[in-house]
């Protein structure tokens, strides 16, 4: 997230400070006591902007949503082919995670636990439709490219998002010294080396 400004609204700096916190004390629970001290303001203060610290998190989540998809929806209009596509929108979210570490631990539902269970499940739908987006562009290649994965769409769907979410998980556990996108490009190649295939190919498979 962009770092705080004089013009960012009091609902903006909540959600910041919301954030700094989930990098700087990773592994352990934020409170509200301890968020408002961080924004400066009385534990009611956060309360008239949020009527829960499950919508705080709710607000971060939203953030996440908005910036991947609508980035991907981007990355879409702007690439013909599967293979480009998928390699954008995996380096899209492990570089965001890159970005925002503290972001990560909602990400991979570290800073979840102990929560309301409502935003386990509003995370894991977040990451459900990012699958069914891969899932998507590797149907499309069939008709568009006369190309198919090696292995069934879903299957190889669920790999591809695995492999991105497991950097996110390493990034978390090394305390942030292990990038996401670090040898990314020299996996993408292994990985994708036999994602798509032509029918001559899988045949010779």
């Given at each position: 997230m962009t770092q705080?400004?004089?013009?960012?609204?009091r609902r903006e700096q909540i959600l910041q400070a919301l954030a700094?916190?989930?990098?700087?004390d990773s592994g352990k629970r934020i409170t509200t006591a301890a968020l408002a001290r961080q924004v400066g303001v009385s534990e009611a203060a956060l309360y008239?902007?949020?009527p829960s610290k499950a919508r705080m998190f709710e607000g971060l989540i939203e953030f996440i949503e908005s910036?991947?998809?609508?980035?991907?929806?981007?990355?879409?209009?702007?690439?013909?082919?599967?293979h480009a596509r998928v390699h954008h929108i995996l380096s899209l979210?492990?570089?965001?995670?890159?970005?925002?570490?503290g972001l990560c631990r909602l990400l991979n539902g570290d800073a979840l636990t102990g929560e309301t269970a409502r935003l386990r499940t509003r995370m894991a739908q977040l990451f459900e439709r990012l699958e069914t987006q891969i899932k998507q562009v590797l149907r499309e290649a069939e008709p568009r490219e006369g190309l198919r994965p090696a292995i069934?769409?879903?299957?190889?769907?669920?790999l591809l998002l695995a492999c991105a979410e497991g950097r996110i998980g390493q990034y978390v556990r090394s305390d942030y010294r292990k990038r996401p996108t670090e040898h990314w490009e020299?996996?993408?190649?292994?990985l994708s080396r036999d994602l798509l295939l032509s029918s001559q190919e899988r045949i010779a498979v």
């Open positions: 705080a400004n004089p013009k960012q609204s700094l916190m989930l990098e700087e008239r902007h949020f910036t991947l998809f609508e980035r991907i929806a981007l990355i879409i209009q702007d690439n013909d082919t599967a979210l492990l570089g965001f995670a890159e970005k925002n570490p069934t769409v879903t299957a190889a769907a669920n020299d996996q993408w190649q292994l």
